[in-house]
Structures are given as structure tokens and as C-alpha cells.
């Protein structure tokens, strides 16, 4: 003899599953919209720029504070103090001259449970938009031109070095396995970007 | 048996024939030995002792130890540094040519009277050769005559003495310029002889009063004393054995670090410099340069000697600089420098008065003009001369702050008695932000014909001249102009660091010389990645010499950090899903189990 299953019970499972789906997609739909911001951009026309603060990546919604950073006492570029925040090496260019300027943000989960800023960094692709503002307001635009990776001790000069006469953006973040010795991840990935 | 005695005998007799044929050739090719650095030392001392007025040396003097009476000097003192080592080093390779020379007259054993002997030949009188003497040997009353043209060494296993109003005299084209004295014990030289050649005697030499020597003492090692006397360096003719090599050393301290100049000894072939001090060394030869490192300091060397090695050719004028650029300080605060340095750069000519003494010896007086051609003050100014001093600070620090400001031009000088024709150099060093920043000038001034010899002087200046991370381009603009009084001919103008170097303008009359009024105008540009120390060298021509000056430059390039550390562990990560996790599951099995009981309802 085949188990009955009644109509009620159909509803039940489908509404609690229903109830359920809705919370999901209610939670996305929240975290989704919070990290898209609309800005209104246009080609600034002045050629000075001023400190950076504020990066904008409204493909993996970064919309995030930007420090500004020398390097570490190893000789390293220095990383921003909390996860949502990025960094800006002030040794460098500023985004907008010519150069490349450079940002890099946290990769991975802190401790009470807040992401990092570059946390879907991958999923980048050539073309996407980024942007910087600047402390007067002025906000520019950047394409990015490819995605590298590279080995946590790489020695990257290109990354700061790029003297073409253009403006351009590079962001880094960590990737690939934690690395418990060296208390950093395996790899480092670079985002290039170039003015718009 | 008696095949092998012939054989032996037949072999006896061919050796022999060999070396005394052997012999016979050396006799004929006895000859005067280079005495590279130390051929214009009149005295070369370990400790030289003076205790009386009165004292005229013309020539170089060199000691470890000083006199208490500092007799009369036409000439440079060298006090245990570089140069007067390297005097040593070719008096012992002097004597060792010497040594070499093979006797052509050996007298008997016991001591030798020179001016009364017999065995030689004509009393009194000696042709060049090589005498040997198993003792003592003397100049006696009647003195001696060297007769003839050519080398001459008397050499003895004992002293070395004259009396009293001795003299050594010269006749027939024997010149004090090929007589050289090598004895085995100590030299003493009574009161009022009159005394030739080179005396090369590390036991000792003792010179009496109101002794008249035309030639040199040299004992390095050893002592010298003099009391009332006359000693000059003869000018002898002979292809220059000499070139000069200035160590200069340039720090950037732009990472915090505090080193100075004095904590990189510097060395050269293991002998002791000091940074901006031109010494003489023997050429044509090849030497090192090398310094006490320090780890926390890059280390780069100029193009004029890569890796330290200087190929040095005679009557050249070489300057080394060694660049030591200090790393990240590991300080755990994670904090860097903030801003770029800035690095000094300054400029100095040098310009001689009177650019020749045809008349033969006489004072020169050397006007320096230092300027800041950089964009910050520069502080600790030194100036380095290799033969003369003191120089003096006439004028031009006009706010008495002690500090070479941008605005200002300092003049120095400072006089000396040149003997033969000499390049004089100088090289001024200054500091700013941390770092070093050096030139130098150098002028030469012609002896004894009416000749005027050139001079050059080039200035260089970097735009920019500090960089951010990442480097950038550098174009460096040189210019170079003519101190002197005669028009220059094939003008060159190379840098180490930065080519091609590009004409711009200046040759106004276009005759291809660089004339006293003229300023060449000449532009390199070079990206650079990193900080970087680079040398301009300027040569022009006049009157059959070369002018040379050099232009140090050092542009600041923040270097490119290392990438950054933005990964978080992956611990708090794997908690957080795991938490996530749990909850969501515990949400839909409690949904279920809740959805089931009310079923069964």
C-alpha cells in the first residue's frame, strides 16, 4: 500500500520551503543592493588630482574608504587597518597622473565575521569600471585591461613602475592558500586598470 | 763511466759558458729603475725627526711620525696615508729591480773607502755599473766623480757613510737622475757633504748639518733625521709611471638610517683612503677598490670602476664613486617615510694662478667657487684638496648660517709651491636630507715652459631631481665652459649612467672649440626605476694636455615596495561558514520536523 501524502502536507513543505526561498532571496536582494552604488560620472576636464578617497567597483559592489599608506618596515606596501577600507600607496602616483597608482584591500573573513572589501576582486573581468574619488570631489574612471596573478614573494616592480606617459590603476589583494608559516596567503592577485 | 764524466764536463762547460754569457748581458743592461709614487719624494720616512731651523726640502715628504721642526716644504707632505704607502710599496719595488742588477765590479771583502780605492780603476773616478761592496762603503775626503752617462749602484751588504765636506760629483752626462745607493745597513752622512742620487735605506739615514743632497732619501719604514740641510728632488725625464685615483663615496640615508661617509672604510688594493682624497698610485696597473660594507646599505659602484676595479694608465685621473643607498628600517611600527627626499647637489671649479710657471718653481694660488646648483641648503661643506692646504673660506656665506643655501656661492682658496707640472684636485662634499652629494675639480699648472694648459669644468643638474615610487624620466642637463685662457679642442662629454648624450648649443662661432666665452649645452634623458648616483666626465684639449672635471649627480627614486600582506586567515573565515552552516541547517530541519508534527496533527 503507497503512503498517502495529502494536499496539506504538500502545502506545508511548499510554503515553509516558500518562506525559506523568500528569506534567501530577500537576504541577497539586500546585500546585493547594498553593495551597488549608482554614481553619476563625468570625464573630469582638470589634470591635478588630489589624495584618493573613496573607490568606488560597482561590478562586486566595493564602495570603500580609501587610506593613504607607505610601505611596511619589511618593504612591503602597507594594507589598510580595517576590512572595508582600502589603501593607497602615497609613494606612488596619485590615480589620475601618470603612473600607476595603486590600492590594495583585504582578502577574506575577519574575526567577527565581517568580509573584506576585495573579497570578490576575481570576479573582475576586462572592461569593468572602477572608481576613485578624490578629496575635492572629482571622480575618475579606470577600465581594467587584465586580471595577473602572481606568487606571494613576487617581486612586481610593473605593477608600481608603468612610465607610459598614462594614467593608471593597479589593485592587489591576496589569493589562493593560507600560507601558516608565513602567516599570508599563497598568492597575490593584481587587477590593471587603465584611465578611462 | 768515462762517457758519462765527458758528458758531465761537455755540460759544465756549456752552463757555464751560458752564465757567464748570461752574466755578461745583464752587465751591459744595468738600468735605471722606475720610482713611481715615490719619484717625487725628497724624503720617505717611517719617523722623520727635524730638531733644528733651517731645514729646505723640494720635493714630497712623507712619515708616519712628524718632525718637531717642520723644515721648509716646496712640495706635499703625506702623513701615513694612501700615497705615502704607495711610495713605499715602489721603493720596495725599486729596490728590488735594483737588487737584480748583477755586479760589474765586486771589490774584496772589508770595508771600502769609494774615493780612494784602487781596485775599480781610475781613483776617484767611476763609470756607470753596478759596484758591490761586501761591507761597509764610504765617500772619503777626496769625494768621488761619476763619469759618464748611464746607471749607476753602489751597493753594500754594510753602512753607508761620508765625511765631512765630502763630495759626490757628476761629469760627462752622469746624471743624479740614474745613481742609486743601496746599502745594507744605515746611511749617515757627515756635516757639509755634498751628496747625490737616490739613497734607498730602511735602516736609516742620518744627515748631518747643512748637507746639500740632490736626490732622495727614502726609509720608509725606517728613520730619517736632518738638521740644517738642503735636499731636492732632481727633475728627472722618463714616461709618467703614475695616475691618480679619488675614492668618493656617497651616501643616501633616505630610509632613516644615520651612517656617515667615515663609517665605510674605504680601500684600495687593501690599502687605507679617505672619500675625496686624490692619491698617487703606480701605472700602468690595476687595482681594487673596496670598503667595510654594511648590510643595511646597497652598494653601487661608478662606471669609471665597476665592481671596484680601476684599470689605472699613467697620468690619468681617475674618480671612483661608491654608492651606498640604506635600506627599509625594520622598526615594526609598519610606518615608512612619507614623503620623497630630497638629495643635495653642488658644484665646484677650480681655476689656478698663474695657470703655467714657465720660470720653473714658484707659487700658485687655487681659487674654488662652490655653488648649490640643487633646489635645498646643503650643510657639513668639506673640501678635499690632495696638494694644498689649508683651503681657506674667503666668502660667500652671507646669512652666516653655515649652510650652502641655494642663493649663495662660497669661495675658497688656498696657495702652494709647485716644483714640476702638477693636477691638483679638490672635491667638495656636502649634506642634505641624509644624504651626500660630491664633485670635483681638478686643474693642472705647467712647470717650467711657457706652455698654458686647458681647463674644463662641467655642470650637472637632474629635472627632476627626486621621484616617487616607480621611478620616472630624467633628463639631465650638462654644461660645460672653459675656465681657462686657451680655446678647447675635441671636447667630449660621456656619463656613466645615461647615453646618448645629446648636443644642444653653445659652440657660438662654430669652430668646434670650446672657447672661454662659451657654455655647451648638452641633455640626456633616462627613465629611471631606482635611485641613482651617476658621473659626468668632460675632457678638452689645449697645448697638448687634457682637461678633465668630473659632475657627480644623485637622483632619488622611492623604490617599489614588495606586495602588500591583505590576506586575513582563513580560521575566522572557516568558523563563520561553519556557524552559517550549522544555523541554516538547524532553521531547516526544525522547519521540517515542525512542517511533519503538524501534519500528524
Not at chain 2, 751560458?18 to 751591459?28: D, K, Q, W
Not at chain 2, 653642488?346 to 694662478?353: E, F, G, H, M, W
Not at chain 2, 586575513?568 to 561553519?578: G, H, Y
Request: glycine fraction near 10%.
Amino acid at each position: 500500500m503507497q503512503p498517502k501524502i495529502s494536499l496539506k502536507r504538500i502545502l506545508s513543505i511548499t510554503g515553509i520551503t516558500g518562506v525559506v526561498l523568500f528569506l534567501i532571496i530577500i537576504l541577497f536582494l539586500t546585500f546585493y543592493l547594498q553593495g551597488h552604488t549608482y554614481i553619476y560620472y563625468v570625464k573630469p576636464t582638470s589634470t591635478s588630482f588630489e589624495v584618493p578617497v573613496r573607490l568606488i567597483i560597482p561590478k562586486i559592489g566595493v564602495d570603500a574608504v580609501v587610506e593613504s599608506l607607505g610601505i611596511t618596515s619589511d618593504g612591503a606596501m602597507d594594507v589598510p587597518k580595517v576590512p572595508n577600507n582600502v589603501a593607497w600607496f602615497n609613494l606612488g602616483p596619485k590615480p589620475g597622473e601618470n603612473g600607476s597608482a595603486v590600492i590594495a584591500g583585504h582578502y577574506g573573513f575577519w574575526k567577527n565575521g565581517e568580509g573584506s572589501v576585495f573579497d570578490d576582486l576575481n570576479k573582475l573581468r576586462k572592461g569593468d569600471e572602477i572608481f576613485i574619488e578624490d578629496e575635492k570631489g572629482t571622480i575618475i574612471a579606470f577600465v581594467v585591461r587584465e586580471l595577473k596573478r602572481y606568487n606571494q614573494d613576487a617581486d612586481v616592480p610593473e605593477a608600481f613602475n608603468l612610465n607610459d606617459g598614462k594614467s593608471h590603476l593597479n589593485l592587489i589583494t591576496c589569493e589562493g592558500v593560507w600560507d601558516k608559516d608565513k602567516k599570508t596567503y599563497s598568492d597575490r592577485l593584481i587587477i590593471f586598470a587603465d584611465r578611462k | 763511466m768515462k762517457n758519462f764524466n765527458k758528458n758531465l764536463i761537455i755540460t759544465a762547460l756549456a752552463l757555464s759558458f751560458v752564465l757567464n754569457f748570461g752574466s755578461t748581458a745583464v752587465l751591459a743592461a744595468a738600468t735605471t729603475p722606475a720610482l713611481g709614487v715615490a719619484k717625487t719624494f725628497g724624503i720617505l720616512a717611517g719617523t722623520y725627526t727635524n730638531t733644528t731651523a733651517g731645514t729646505t726640502i723640494t720635493g714630497d715628504v712623507g712619515y708616519t711620525t712628524g718632525p718637531a721642526v717642520v723644515p721648509t716644504i716646496n712640495g706635499t707632505t703625506y702623513v701615513a696615508n694612501a700615497t705615502y704607502n704607495q711610495a713605499g710599496t715602489a721603493q720596495g719595488a725599486a729596490l728590488t729591480a735594483l737588487n737584480n742588477e748583477t755586479c760589474t765590479v765586486n771589490f774584496a771583502a772589508g770595508a771600502i773607502d769609494l774615493a780612494t780605492d784602487v781596485t775599480h780603476g781610475t781613483v776617484g773616478v767611476y763609470t756607470p755599473g753596478v759596484y758591490c761592496v761586501t761591507g761597509a762603503m764610504s765617500v772619503g775626503t777626496g769625494g768621488i766623480t761619476l763619469d759618464g752617462a748611464g746607471t749607476y749602484i753602489f751597493r753594500s751588504t754594510g753602512a753607508l757613510t761620508t765625511v765631512t765636506g765630502s763630495v759626490v760629483a757628476t761629469s760627462n752626462g752622469a746624471s743624479e737622475c740614474d745613481l742609486f745607493w743601496t746599502p745594507g745597513a744605515a746611511t749617515t752622512l757627515a756635516a757639509n757633504t755634498t751628496f747625490l742620487g737616490t739613497d734607498i735605506d730602511a735602516a736609516g739615514i742620518t744627515i748631518g748639518s747643512t748637507v746639500g743632497w740632490t736626490g732622495r732619501a727614502l726609509a720608509y719604514g725606517g728613520t730619517i733625521s736632518t738638521a740644517s740641510d738642503t735636499i731636492t728632488v732632481p727633475t728627472c725625464a722618463g714616461a709618467a709611471t703614475t695616475g691618480t685615483i679619488n675614492v668618493v663615496k656617497t651616501i643616501i640615508n633616505d630610509n632613516g638610517r644615520t651612517k656617515v661617509i667615515a663609517d665605510f672604510p674605504l680601500l684600495v688594493n687593501g690599502a687605507s683612503v679617505t672619500s675625496g682624497e686624490t692619491n698617487v698610485f703606480t701605472a700602468p696597473a690595476t687595482y681594487t677598490v673596496t670598503e667595510t660594507t654594511d648590510s643595511n646599505y646597497t652598494q653601487t659602484f661608478s662606471a669609471s670602476c665597476p665592481n671596484g676595479i680601476i684599470s689605472l694608465v699613467p697620468s690619468d685621473t681617475t674618480v671612483c664613486t661608491i654608492t651606498n643607498d640604506d635600506k627599509p628600517i625594520s622598526n615594526g611600527t609598519g610606518a615608512g617615510p612619507a614623503t620623497v627626499v630630497v638629495p643635495p647637489l653642488i658644484d665646484v671649479v677650480k681655476v689656478p694662478s698663474p695657470l703655467a710657471l714657465p720660470g720653473g718653481p714658484g707659487l700658485v694660488t687655487y681659487a674654488y667657487t662652490l655653488r648649490n646648483v640643487g633646489t635645498v641648503p646643503v650643510t657639513n661643506i668639506t673640501m678635499i684638496g690632495d696638494s694644498c692646504s689649508p683651503i681657506t673660506l674667503v666668502s660667500g656665506d652671507t646669512n652666516g648660517d653655515s649652510k650652502l643655501d641655494t642663493t649663495e656661492t662660497w669661495t675658497y682658496s688656498c696657495a702652494t709651491t709647485l716644483l714640476t707640472t702638477h693636477t691638483n684636485t679638490v672635491t667638495a662634499t656636502g649634506w642634505a636630507n641624509g644624504i651626500s652629494a660630491s664633485d670635483v675639480a681638478s686643474a693642472t699648472v705647467i712647470v717650467g715652459t711657457s706652455a698654458v694648459p686647458p681647463l674644463i669644468h662641467v655642470t650637472k643638474i637632474p629635472n627632476p631631481i627626486a621621484l616617487l615610487s616607480g621611478g620616472g624620466l630624467i633628463t639631465y642637463t650638462e654644461r660645460i665652459t672653459n675656465p681657462g685662457t686657451v680655446a678647447l679642442s675635441n671636447v667630449t662629454l660621456t656619463d656613466d649612467k645615461c647615453s646618448p648624450m645629446q648636443y644642444i648649443s653653445g659652440d657660438t662661432n662654430g669652430d668646434s672649440k670650446l672657447d672661454t666665452t662659451e657654455t655647451w649645452t648638452y641633455t640626456c634623458a633616462k627613465n629611471l626605476m631606482q635611485t641613482t648616483t651617476n658621473t659626468a666626465t668632460a675632457t678638452g684639449q689645449a697645448n697638448g694636455l687634457t682637461a678633465k672635471d668630473f659632475a657627480i649627480a644623485t637622483v632619488v627614486v622611492v623604490a617599489a615596495p614588495t606586495l602588500p600582506n591583505t590576506g586575513v586567515p582563513p580560521t575566522a573565515q572557516n568558523i563563520l561558514w561553519a556557524v552559517m552552516i550549522t544555523a541554516t541547517l538547524l532553521l531547516i530541519s526544525t522547519s521540517v520536523a515542525l512542517a511533519v508534527k503538524k501534519h500528524k496533527i
